[in-house]
């Protein structure tokens, strides 16, 4: 697929591109992926059935959740900008039988090529990373089919997240690399109701996820001022 959109951060590329081969180490970088997996995985089993459901992984990454995903009886579409994500995805679905089709490509592109295809969606973790978050949800609703369900997440804008999420995350408990994120691309939970409503979308809930550091553990919350999960769907 030609990938057209220009709305992506080749920095953003490059930085995790260089962790591909470590995607899948459960003690690596991608600890916290692998730690918050079980608690995006819940949040949307609770709002969904999966079993044979058509479902699109935007910024799938290495796969984590994608093979979850499968693993439950969805028919699961990976799509990540980073060849080399991808191809660790592939490779890894393949070494344990996990029935997964995995591209490279952007949000925008495939929603031009596949319009109302999917019954879920599910975008964890990617619009603090691009230019235009704005983009990717129009993108979303357009591949949603109608009733269709999207799932995303990302990191609210406040003095707070800066602490827990770039000062704690990076640099006192080193959970992520250092330079992971930025904090003026976060995004404040009234801007992505906003954007929502400019895409057709309908806010259903939404839940904060906390870290728990004596116990390293992580569990959801009512508490959406640092991490948190948006559960939408097309009207």
Known sequence: MAIFSNNVDPAEIAKFSLLAEDWWNPFGSSKPLHDINPLRFEFIKKYTPLSNMAIL????????????????????TGIDLSEDAIKVATLHSQDQNVSVTYQVASAEDYAEEFPAQFDIITCMELLEHVPSPDSIIQACATLLKPKGHLFLSTINRNPKAYLYAILGAEYLLKLLPKGTHQYEKFIRPIEMAEMLHQADLQLAHMSGMHYHPIFKTYSLTDDVSVNYLVHCYKG
């Not at 992984?57 to 699961?76: P, T």
């Open 57 to 76: 992984d935007i910024g799938c990454g290495g796969g984590i959740l994608s093979e979850s995903l499968a693993k439950e009886g969805g028919k699961v």
